[in-house]
């Protein structure tokens, strides 16, 4: 098991900036690839990036691509989405998550096994 818990979001400016962080605990945190994802009321939970075990490897959803940057610490069990140029259509509960197998690399959430509750961000024009 691999327990998650996200923080950092709150209300913000359009054009402003956020870092959210998930904090993980449990099984060896080092070895998972781990994503963010995101989801808007009435719609459905989107990928926005993920990252391998090593930092060597990350990937974005081209909504976000030049805006957003994942990054992780190992030795803090944590990981980080930094949110820059944010606007109104990133608002959403934002979600880190890990998968199985932990090598997985993926943008469909149905591969991550294990999710935190959220975070709210919310972007006012």
């Known amino acids: 098991q691999v327990q998650l818990v996200e923080s950092g979001g709150r209300l913000v400016q359009a054009g402003g900036s956020l870092r959210l962080s998930c904090a993980a605990s449990?099984?060896?945190?080092?070895?998972?690839?781990m994503g963010w994802f995101r989801q808007a009321p009435g719609k459905e939970r989107e990928f926005v990036a993920t990252?391998?075990?090593?930092?060597?490897?990350?990937y974005y959803a081209d909504s976000v691509k030049g805006r957003f940057t994942i990054s992780r610490d190992n030795a803090k069990n944590t990981v980080y989405l930094q949110m820059n140029s944010l606007q109104p259509e990133d608002t959403a509960n934002y979600y880190c998550?890990?998968?199985?197998?932990?090598?997985?690399?993926?943008?469909?959430?149905?591969?991550?096994?294990?999710w935190g509750q959220g975070t709210q961000v919310t972007v006012s024009s």
């Open positions: 990252i391998s075990w090593s930092s060597s490897s990350t």
């Open positions: 449990g099984r060896t945190f080092s070895s998972y690839t």
């Open positions: 998550a890990a998968p199985e197998p932990p090598s997985r690399v993926s943008v469909r959430p149905g591969v991550y096994a294990y």
